[in-house]
């Protein structure tokens, strides 16, 4: 099986320097470089090609949000795995929006980056167990708050199942293949969800779906 | 943690400038001066005021002498001419006697000439009684001329009429005309004497009126005088009062600037050194901590076999992420790395859904069409703003909601923060954090009103001029 090349994106020394001990300790993952801003990681993205870059949101001269952007637009192939502080739902929505595949807290990236990067390296979202938490938290109080009923209560069985095979990163016709219907059907379902959970964009709906904690 | 003003800062630098202006303060003007100023206008309308009515006596005065004088004198002019046309019928009348020829005719002639003789008597009684000395001595002259010239008419009439009319020619020749002469001589001189004395009472009133006259002038020229040097001592005060009030103001209107200054440098000095030290935190115990926590991690998978070293390895874990989290939160709390990496409606974004998780009231945040590559100075003064306005609704309203809109036009930025909590009075209460707010705001050139009455709860507003074509507008400054 050929290794998935990995290349690493933080302005801190010693973060990269962990971080590289947890990937070359797996078999399967290989780190092709470093790089310490967004500049320096978009430039050695376009050089190295590699299959996953993890990579720190906040960096100098370009932030991750925006590198990531620009990675996703030059190499389509390309998957990023997002490194944060922050669990709240701006940081998650703008790096979905950005095109990053998973979302990883810093604080507990030792333990959930491999699977992360294999995640990614599949065409899967994944996010730390924590940011679904803090998602669901915020969720639930608004809704206790306002009196406004969960949206959740309204979808059918196989929509939720399509909703959870969307946000995994599952495209319609690979859902049509694993389901047995129609790709038809599969895009009907999903436009119905959207609509039902009043969503806009596949990053919101996939923030829908680690809130609800249909994926993680 | 405070990161609100300190308010020692604050209160040390107001009382500076308070001593300052309290230095520059001039002594309040004297009440002696008012005082003076009334005393001297006093005495010249009270001066203006004698002088005046002592004018109107006088001349009311002096018109009735000379009403009574020039009466006096009418009288005995008449009198005179009165006397004289008697004493001249009188002559006459002997004249006629005296050339009678015929006897028949005496006796009514003699009763003619006693009637005019009382009349002449009464003639000259009436002629007024109150007269001086020369005056009666002139009429006494000319009383007894005519008792000289009776006496000789009645020895004359007393002869016949023949040796009568002998003598007629001699008679008139010699004596008649001697004694109208005399008489004619008397009552000229009465009539000059009489000229003279009014002459006499003209000149004494004329020298009287120029007495009147000399004083009224002294007394205006006073008057005047000690009027124009009031208003010239009154234009002197007034101008030093305004020379003093204008560099009064200008040292006010300094100091004011200065304080504006100073605190606008207060402002940016906090700002400079909070993100100084949220980076350092950040950056370095931060970066630190998740360092540590990787390698705790990988220490923690490899010593799967031994559990009492994983047990403590996974403590030393937790307490190194409570440290990590704690770090993060004052990183935050001090500069959040929202504005630097998502902008400015995320970071309000997440500061509304921040302070839901952590206090009892729910806020909602809407923007439009705020740019996301606002100067820093913008997007930090609306962030504090609302992160102020925030902290004391939860604080002190008991709100249950809060809404913040922020808008951006091409003129300015619009930033509101209303809750729906009990409110307070706005004309009244001005806290050191809605003045930390307002200094903001003024800052960058905008305008800042707080709308709120008890049990109404409370609306901030803030105005910032800001257009985007040209980056910044000319009213923001910045140092």
């Known amino acids: 099986m050929r290794e998935t090349r990995v290349l690493l994106a933080d302005d801190h020394t010693l973060i990269r320097a962990g971080l590289r001990m947890v990937v070359d300790a797996q078999p399967d993952l290989t780190v092709v470089g470093e790089a310490d801003d967004g500049r320096a990681t978009v430039a050695m993205a376009e050089a190295l090609k590699p299959d996953v870059i993890v990579m720190d949101i906040g960096m100098p001269s370009l932030n991750g949000i925006e590198a990531c952007r620009q990675i996703r637009e030059i190499l389509p192939e390309t998957q990023i795995v997002m490194l944060s502080m922050h669990s709240d739902e701006g940081y998650v929505l703008r790096a979905l929006k950005a095109g990053a595949k998973a979302y990883l807290l810093k604080d507990s990236a030792e333990a959930d980056l491999a699977r992360a990067i294999r995640s990614a390296a599949a065409g899967k979202s994944f996010f730390s167990p924590a940011v679904g938490k803090v998602l669901l938290e915020d969720y639930m109080r608004k809704l206790q708050r306002t009196g406004a009923e969960d949206s959740y209560d309204l979808l059918s069985p196989r929509e939720r199942e399509i909703l959870q095979l969307v946000a995994e990163g599952n495209s319609s016709k690979d859902i049509a293949n694993l389901l047995n219907l129609s790709v038809y059907t599969v895009e009907t379902h999903r436009a119905r969800v959207m609509q039902k959970l009043n969503l806009r964009g596949i990053p919101e709906l996939i923030l829908y779906a680690v809130r609800k904690g249909v994926i993680s | 943690m405070s990161l609100s003003f300190d308010p020692r800062i604050l209160a040390m630098t107001l009382n500076e400038h308070a001593a300052e202006a309290s230095q520059l303060e001039l002594a309040p003007p004297s009440n002696k001066v008012r005082w003076l100023f009334l005393g001297v206008c006093g005495a010249l309308l009270a001066l203006l005021l004698v002088s005046g009515v002592l004018s109107v006596r006088f001349l009311a005065k002096m018109q009735s002498q000379e009403l009574a004088v020039t009466r006096a004198l009418a009288e005995r002019a008449q009198m005179l001419?009165?006397?004289?046309?008697?004493?001249?019928?009188?002559?006459?009348?002997?004249?006629?006697?005296?050339?009678?020829?015929?006897?028949?005719?005496?006796?009514?002639?003699?009763?003619?000439?006693?009637?005019?003789?009382?009349?002449?008597?009464s003639d000259l009684k009436r002629y007024p009684v109150e007269r001086d000395s020369s005056e009666a001595e002139l009429l006494d002259g000319l009383q007894e001329v005519f008792s000289q010239q009776r006496t000789l008419y009645v020895s004359t009439l007393a002869r016949n009429s023949g040796e009568r009319g002998r003598s007629v020619e001699s008679f008139n020749a010699e004596h008649v005309a001697a004694v109208q002469k005399k008489i004619l001589d008397w009552s000229g001189k009465l009539r000059a004497w009489n000229g003279e004395r009014l002459g006499n009472v003209d000149r004494t009133l004329m020298t009287e009126f120029a007495g009147v006259q000399g004083g009224l002038t002294r007394a205006l020229t006073i008057g005047l005088g000690s009027g124009l040097l009031l208003v010239l001592a009154g234009t002197a005060y007034i101008v030093r009062l305004e020379r003093q009030t204008h560099s009064r103001y200008t040292q006010l209107a300094q100091s004011q600037h200065a304080l504006q200054q100073l605190s606008a440098r207060l402002v940016d000095a906090q700002e400079t050194e909070r993100r100084a030290i949220s980076r350092e935190l950040h950056d370095e115990i931060g970066q630190a901590l998740g360092a540590l926590l990787v390698d705790l991690g990988r220490l923690s998978t490899a010593s799967n076999d031994r559990p009492e070293v994983k047990a403590q390895l996974e403590n030393m874990k937790s307490v190194t992420e409570r440290a990590f989290q704690a770090v993060r939160n004052v990183a935050l709390l001090l500069r959040p790395s929202m504005l630097d990496d998502l902008g400015l409606v995320a970071a309000l974004e997440w500061q509304g859904r921040e302070v839901s998780r952590r206090s009892e009231m729910e806020v909602e945040v809407q923007s439009e069409n705020v740019s996301d590559a606002l100067p820093d100075e913008y997007k930090i003064c609306v962030y504090r703003l609302v992160h102020e306005a925030l902290s004391n609704a939860v604080r002190h309203s008991g709100a249950k909601n809060a809404r913040v809109m922020v808008r951006q036009s091409s003129k300015n930025i619009t930033v509101r923060i209303g809750d729906d909590g009990h409110g307070f009075n706005a004309q009244r209460t001005r806290g050191l954090g809605l003045l930390g707010m307002e200094e903001r705001v003024k800052r960058l050139g905008g305008t800042f009103t707080v709308e709120s009455k008890p049990g109404h709860g409370a609306t901030l507003t803030a105005e910032i001029p800001f257009s985007s074509s040209n980056g910044r507008t000319s009213g923001a400054t910045t140092s």
Not at chain 2, 84 to 95: E, G, H, M, P
Not at chain 2, 102 to 113: G, M, T, W
């Open chain 2, 81 to 121: 001419s009165g006397l004289w046309l008697s004493i001249q019928t009188y002559n006459d009348a002997v004249q006629q006697f005296v050339a009678e020829t015929q006897a028949d005719r005496e006796e009514p002639s003699h009763q003619q000439l006693d009637q005019l003789t009382l009349e002449i008597d």
